[in-house]
């Protein structure tokens, strides 16, 4: 499970390096082997283990391609996913249509979500935690079943 934010750089040959607390396990469940691919509702990227991965695609395969709407899905998402793998300095290649929808520049976040990671530029993404608390502690988001039933 992956969790917590950290600071990393996009170097010049548009390569980013994965925190070493994450590189034994990557190694160890899939070999380094990572696929990247836009998310649908930010503007970061998603990278995803292989084996998530793989999870994701056959959920994907299900969907139906007469379906317009989830014909969209499997576009966008397969479309733009990029296989990716952690090379021995633990440096990942992130591809230009992938840096182009995040807006990726030099300094970005690297944000585990549990069985994935989000990566987001700095800036967009000290923005995003501003707006989400702010609508937290306002009342503003609608407080679910699910979410009234999590004790923190």
Known sequence: MFRGTSAITLDSKNRITIPTRYREELFADCQGKMVCTVDTQHPCLLLYPLPEWEEIELKLCELSSMNPQERLLQQVLLGNASDCEIDKSGRLLI??????????????????????????????????????????????????????????
């Open 95 to 152: 591809n230009g249509p992938l840096r182009q929808h995040a807006g990726l520049k030099k300094n970005l976040m690297l944000v585990g979500q549990l069985r994935k990671f989000e990566i987001w530029n700095d800036s967009a993404w000290q923005n995003q935690m501003q707006q989400g608390i702010a609508q937290i502690q306002s009342g503003e988001i609608e407080l679910t079943d699910r979410l009234l039933d999590l004790s923190l």
